[in-house]
Every structure is written in C-alpha cells, then in structure tokens.
C-alpha cells in the first residue's frame, strides 16, 4: 500500500480506531485489520503520527492507539530563534514544547490550540499546533532592507524566525538602515514569509536614540499622551487650593523630608520620625494623587491603560503627565503639599502598636537624596552634617527605627535578593560611558524599610475591614521546582527542609546567608529566584512569599504605579463614609480587571527596562573588543562559561572559543573540565577574559579566557 492510498484511507483507519466495537489496538493489530504489509508499515506510522498531532487519536504508555480524549489546549505560542518554540498555557507550571516540524506557520505571540504528544520518560512534554486561533503580532519593529523592487523588514525580535516582505509601493520611502514598524497584513504559511507594510520610520539605524526608540515601539509603549489628557492635566492648578485642605489633618509643622535619587523629579513619599519614650510616631506621607485624577477621567484612563512608569536607560515614560508628576502631584521642598498618610506608633521591638489612615496637608522640610543621608550616618561627613544640623537627630533615629524593622523581618524570614542593579551613564549622543553597580546604601534601605512597613500596615487594616481591595500577592513556590533546586544545592553541600506541598520562606533565607561569599553564591541566588513564583496584583489577600508577610500591598506610589493610586481611591471613599454598597459593589466589578493589567502592563516595563539596559552593556562593550578583563564564573552549561565582570556586565566564553583543550561540562559536579590538560572550571572562580565579539541583534558579549593580568 503506497503513502497516496493510505492518505485516502486515513478517514478509515481513524473511524475504525474510534469504533466501539474495537478496544484500543497496537500498531501490528491495526496493520492486519487494514492488511498493511510489512513494507507500507512505515507509511502507516506516518498517518498515526500525523492523526496524533492532529489531537484525533492519542497512544498510551504501552502503545495501544485509540480516540483522543479532549487534549487540546489553547495557549500562547513562544518563537525560538532556531525555528522550534513553546506553547505557554495559563495555569500550567511548564510550557508545552513544539518541535519546527509541528508549529504549523505559527508566528511568535500567537494564541494556538495545541495538542499534546506522548513524549519520552523524563523529557519535557511535546505537543503540536492544530490551529492558529489568533495572530498576537499586529506589528513588528525591526531594519528595513531594500532590494531592486520590493523590501523586507529584518525583525529585531529573534524569536519572529521569518522576514516580513514589503512590496515597493508600500515601503513609505524606507532606505537600507532604517528602523521602521511593519503592520502585518498576511502571515504566510510554512513555506511563505509574512507580508506587510511600513507603517512608521522610527529613524536610522546609526542616529543617536533610535536604538532605544525601537524597543520602545517593540513593546508598544506610549511615548505622547492623547491631547484630551494633556488638556485635563494642564488645567490642573500650579499650588494646592484652600478648599482641598477642608476636613484634612495639618502636618505642615511636622518635621518631614523626601529621600531619593539626585535625578528623582516625581516625589511622591515623604518621611516624619519622633520617638517617645520608647515608642517610634512614624509617618509615611504619600501624594494624594486621587485628588487630581478623577474615576473615570481621561487621566484616569489612560493611566490605567499604561499601567505604570518605565524607567529606560536614557528617558522615563510616565504613567501621568509632567504637570501631574513633577508639579501639583510632587511632595517638593517648601510647598504645600496634599497627602495621604499613613502614621504609625512603633515599639522597640518594631511592632506596630496602633496606626492611623487619614487624609493630610504636608510640607517638605527638605528634599534629601541618598547620598547626602548616607554621608551624614555612614561617612559622618563633618560638612554635611553641618548643612543639615537641625535634621540630623531624625535621620539618626530613621537608622535606628529601619535596623528594628530589618531585624524583625529577618526574624520571620523575609528573604532579600541582593543582586547588584545596574546604573548605565549615557552621554548626550546616548552613547554608554560607564557602567556600574547601583549603590544600594543605608538611606535606600531606611526609605525600603519604611515603604514595607506602611504597604502592610494599610494591607492588613483593609483586609480585616473586609472592603474590596488590590494586594500585592506572591504565591508559594511550585513545590517540583523547589525539589529541583533541593537536588542541585545537594551537589554543593547545602539543603533545605521542605515537606511535600510547603516550604517556608525562612528555609530559603538562611540558604541565602550560607552561601554568602561562596564561589556558587551567584548561581544558586539566581536559581533560587528562579524556583520562585512571579509576584503580582490580586484582589485576594493570600499574602507574600517572599517578605514573609500575610498582609501586603502597594499604597507608597501613586504617581508612577496605577494599583496604589486605586487603592488610594478605596481608601478616600471609605474615610469619608462613601463606601456603600453600591461603591463595594463597583469595586467588586472592576478591581480583578484593574490587578490583571495591571500586573500585565508592569511584566511588559520589567522586561523593555532590561531590554535597553542589555542593548547598552553590547554598545559598551563592543568600544572595548580585543580588551581584558577580570571577572568571576557565574555560571556553567554544556555550552560554556557565563563569565560577570565587577560592573554587572555578564558575557559567555563559548566552549569552542576554549582553545586550549577539549572541554566537557560535568552535570555532577557543575565543572567545566579539559581531557587532556585535567584542567578545571568552577563556580566562583576569578577569570580574565578577553572580548572578542558583541551583537546587538541578539544582545550577546563573546569571551574568550585570556593570560591573567588584565584590566579590571
């Protein structure tokens, strides 16, 4: 029986395994029934196959084919660059692997329906696209390339595998270099490449600020905001009206500061310390944002819409316009200011004894940054003491007040990543300068420990007012990835208690401080964080993981954080005796929509934030090929070496690019060893590297392992 008979006949084979009479068949029972002989038994493994992926039968574990139960799933579709890709299907902890030969023409962020495969013992599950369901990619960014007669747009994005042609007349005028949007308006097939059209220009590849622009128009951020916004946030006042103040606590006598960085514009928490014998009276003051952004205003829209502020290397894009941000809403030194304050009494044991919410007037002392507070309680810098001689008791008691609250954490088992951030220094052509780890000091950690405290006492008080509410929640992790991270520290000496379906957060925190300043400190950080779920916005209260705490949520940023400016609004409502049923109810209706995006829109900056930053460390790197450096191997593959320089620039030294010997990765022992020298690789150890290769399409620094000695 030839290949074309049985396609014919595959409707047959698939009646007759989903007929009841017939119990589930191995493939030699179904090829005497068919009279298959011995030489068309491979054609019959092709339709079985194809019929599988298809989602119409399915084999079990001891190869008896019969009708597929509903295994078909919907999901999204994950590109690779090397044409394979994954289906992520809310819910489920793993992606659905789908090999190049069953993506079906898929394209990267495509909503597919997916039938799963029985895959081998112990590999991931594989599984094959039946439909398309949607197109997620309207449109793509990337370089436009330009032929005789037509052109095609290179997309930046790797994991979008095809170029998209563009016919002549639809190019917009496009040049070799440019950077352009294409809109796409035919997807192709497998063996067809996308069509589209140039919709926008973004500028040319070599002019300064296009690089940055085209992740921008990637992740669809907004750059300029509707004009009916710009319109209702110009008409805002410049200063507070005297009407706002009725009914509102005065703190305008209170000694208060903001603390922040040097370039900070939007100030939207202040600070007020005394103590009492040995009671702490901490206020946290926070713009009241609401009071200019109205329910359903186009201000209010639109900040839902953009969810959060993004902080890019060389620009923010606001959540709220300028006049909003940097003015009326602003706490700024010397003015008056509206708030909403959350005022605490603490005791010497960090405990929050009583607190109250209310609705305030401040005004702002001093606007302070961090480095001035941290010359004054670290250095004990004689001059700037001097300059702010009438503060410096209150920042001395904020030291005492954060080391209680830090201690009582730590006490519960908070657990606190400390990976070095990144501070990336551009010149006015947006070219990197110089990059270096962020200064996490003491005063950064005052204004942290004061923020946390303030999210949970407001978290557990509307919790327990049982009023509808947005929390920021971070669930347990996933107890299979937890046993793998079990499994991988065991290789290094260490272990972690954990019952089948729990683990405690302290368990991970004290594995944190056993690996302080150990060569694996890196890798196990990094995995560790990886184990862990992805913290977001719910409006159930099912606590914080990672803090330790049952009761949390965002209430300290308004200005650039959409759920607390929401929850500011709950907060107003309930103080001033509106919350009735009716307003209990329409926050019932909006607030799992408002958490969803919300939590959506800030992955969305998350990922553009790091996206920019990793563009920046290849431009810096690549003015510095053919130099050396020293560095620290912080991580192992079969692949190669990941090798991090003190700046947090991270680069690989690719296993071909080790010259020397012929290197094998030991998975026992996480090594890198050499057949014939015994030479040795380890987490931890100190490398110097030399750059040899940078690509900014990929994102991607080249190393290879040079004479030691190099530049640091």
Known sequence: MNQELLDKRKKVIYDMICDKQYIPMKIKEIAILLQVTKEDRPALELVLEELIREGKIEISKRGKYKKAEDTSLVGKFIGHPKGFGFVEIEGREEDIFIPETATEGAVHQDTVQVALVPGKNGKRQEGAIIKILEHGMKEVVGTYQQSKNFGFVVPDNLKLTKDIFIPIERSKGAVNGHKVVAEITDYGTKTKNPEGKVKEIIGHINDPGTDILSIVYAYELPLDFPEKVMNQ?????????????????????????TIDGEDAKDLDDAISLTKEGNIYHLGVHIADVTNYVQENSALDREALKRGTSVYLVDRVIPMLPHKLSNGICSLNQGVDRLALSCIMDVDEKGNVISHEIAETVINVDRRMTYTSVKKILTEQDEEERLEYESLVPMFELMQELAGLLREKRKQRGSIDFDFPETKIILDEKGKPQEIKPYDRNIATKIIEDFMLLANETVAEDYYWQELPFVYRTHDTPDPEKIEKLALFINNF??????????????????????????????????????????????????????????????????IRRYPDLQIHRIIKDNLRGRMNNGRIK??????????????????????????????????????????????????????????????????????????????????????MFGVDTGKIYKLGQKLTVKVIDCDRQSRTIDFEIAEEGGES
């Not at 401080?513 to 196990?524: G, L, V």
């Not at 209260?541 to 300290?556: D, E």
Request: glycine share 6%; with cysteine.
């Open 586 to 671: 329409h926050y019932d209706g909006i607030l799992t929509q408002v958490a969803d995006q919300s939590s959506k829109m800030e992955r969305r900056a998350d990922e553009a934030e790091r996206e920019t930053d990793k563009l920046k460390k290849v431009e810096y790197m690549e003015a510095r090929i053919g130099q050396c450096f020293q560095g620290v191997i912080s991580g192992i593959t079969s692949w190669g070496l990941y090798v991090e320089l003190p700046n947090t620039i991270e680069g690989m030294v690719h296993v071909t690019h080790m010259y020397d010997d012929r290197y094998y990765y030991k998975e026992e022992t996480y090594e």
């Open 493 to 558: 000496g260490y272990g972690i208690k954990n019952s089948k379906n729990d683990i405690h957060p302290k368990e991970l925190q004290k594995l944190l401080a056993r690996i302080e300043d150990s060569p694996e400190e890196a890798m196990i950080s990094r995995l560790t964080l990886r184990s862990m779920k992805q913290a977001k916005y719910t409006p159930e209260c099912t606590g914080h993981f990672g803090l330790a705490a049952q009761y949390y949520c965002h209430f300290t940023s308004p």
């Open 233 to 257: 946030a110009q008409r805002m006042p410049d200063e507070i009206i005297d009407g706002d103040m009725d009914g509102r606590k005065d703190l305008r006598d209170l000694q208060t500061v």
